[in-house]
């Protein structure tokens, strides 16, 4: 930190104090959650299913957790994704869902370095791993009108924060598809199909690829975009969201 910034920074804290990043509640530093919103998020930690990330629940004891770190669960036993892991700072529910949504459509782009922070923590071993940091793109027309690509901004802090590289065009967008919002798992599977490409097989091909997107839901766009940059030479893709949904069962 540079004197300037010591010197001025309290100043600004007084006329614009650090908020909370879900509900906007002024809170001790920058990139926080003031105590409420802590308490209503839910973080992500072991044990959980080696590919897919997803938390087994309960509490298995620290010991316990450790024996069962390649324990898969059975939707990854019964037919496993085309990435390799997926990893995810949150669960997305009541408590997260407003911090995203600020985050994706309220121009909370500033929250992107804290965000960043937490997934970083969550998805350690994939960014060890990783070769190359590539965010899941937005269609051009939808990009044009949100202004950013929430995914980008948390691909470039990831990459800021681990010295880890990243493109921001390696794989694009090539057509603008229906929200995935109420769709089924196979409708989502039908929606993205053949909607992505990587345009920069030079950056790809030999590397293991990190994909990066704001929430993990059926997995239907993240594994499309993981059979893409397979077939364009990546070494490996894992995955890496700030939040993912938790199906039911029956789901």
């Excluded at 105590?35 to 298995?60: E, K, M, N, S, Y």
């Excluded at 994704?81 to 500033?110: E, N």
């Excluded at 065009?169 to 039908?190: E, N, V």
Aim: glycine share 10%; hydrophobic share 45%.
């Amino acid at each position: 930190m540079s004197g300037l910034t010591r010197a001025v920074g309290p100043a600004l804290d007084l006329v614009l104090p650090p908020r909370c990043l879900r509900c906007g509640e002024v809170v001790a530093g920058d990139g926080a959650l003031c105590v409420d919103c802590f308490q209503a998020a839910t973080f992500i930690t072991p044990p959980l299913c080696h590919r897919c990330g997803v938390p087994f629940g309960g509490d298995w004891g620290e010991a316990v957790a450790e024996e069962a770190a390649g324990l898969v669960c059975a939707a990854c036993a019964r037919r496993a994704p085309p990435w390799y892991r997926a990893r995810a700072a949150l669960i997305y529910d009541d408590g997260a869902r407003p911090l995203l949504l600020a985050f994706k459509h309220g121009d909370r782009t500033d929250a992107a370095p804290a965000l960043a922070g937490w997934m970083a923590r969550a998805g350690a071993d994939l960014l060890e791993s990783a070769d190359l940091i590539v965010p899941v793109p937005l269609h051009r027309g939808r990009l044009w009108r949100r202004r950013y690509n929430q995914s980008a901004l948390l691909a470039a802090a990831l990459s800021r924060r681990t010295g880890r590289a990243w493109s921001a065009g390696a794989l694009i967008r090539t057509r603008a598809t229906p929200t995935q919002g109420g769709k089924g798992r196979a409708q989502r599977s039908r929606n993205v199909r053949g909607a992505f490409r990587v345009a920069r097989p030079d950056r790809v091909a030999g590397r293991r690829v990190l994909l990066v997107d704001d929430v993990l839901t059926s997995g239907a766009t993240m594994a499309e975009c993981a059979r893409v940059l397979r077939r364009a030479g990546a070494d490996g893709v894992d995955v890496l969201t700030l939040a993912r949904v938790v199906m039911r069962a029956e789901e």
